[in-house]
């Protein structure tokens, strides 16, 4: 049974930095891709950022492009999202997630693409 547990979330001033981790255990050997969603309070989740866990390869949202990085550890089955330049409207719930089925570039940032989801870390970012 594959379980992701997020970590690392925390309040911190704008223009501050984190670092989110998602430890994969179980069968995760079929990952395609994982990615990294928030939901703040009165709000749809959202896609942040997602890596092909076999190349590495990231995409992210327009939102976090260029402050946000997405990272990934096999050996360690670890999911990384380096957040700087924090801004109050990064204030959410941080959720990772597994997908095991195609994973392309089109569709990544769609709900229903992934098999598995953590429980969610909070960060909170005030001006």
């Known amino acids: 049974q594959v379980q992701l547990v997020e970590s690392g979330g925390d309040s911190v001033q704008a223009g501050g930095s984190l670092r989110l981790s998602c430890a994969a255990s179980g069968y995760t050997y079929s990952f395609t891709c994982m990615a990294w969603f928030r939901q703040a309070p009165g709000n749809e989740r959202e896609a942040v950022a997602l890596i092909f866990w076999q190349i590495g390869r990231p995409f992210y949202a327009d939102s976090v492009q260029g402050r946000f990085t997405i990272s990934h550890d096999s050996a360690k089955r670890t999911l990384y999202l380096y957040m700087n330049t924090l801004k109050p409207e990064d204030t959410a719930m941080y959720y990772c997630?597994?997908?095991?089925?195609?994973?392309?570039?089109?569709?990544?940032?769609?709900?229903?693409?992934?098999?598995?989801w953590g429980q969610g870390t909070q960060v909170t970012v005030s001006s």
């Open positions: 997630a597994a997908m095991t089925g195609p994973c392309n570039s089109g569709t990544w940032k769609s709900e229903i693409r992934y098999n598995y």
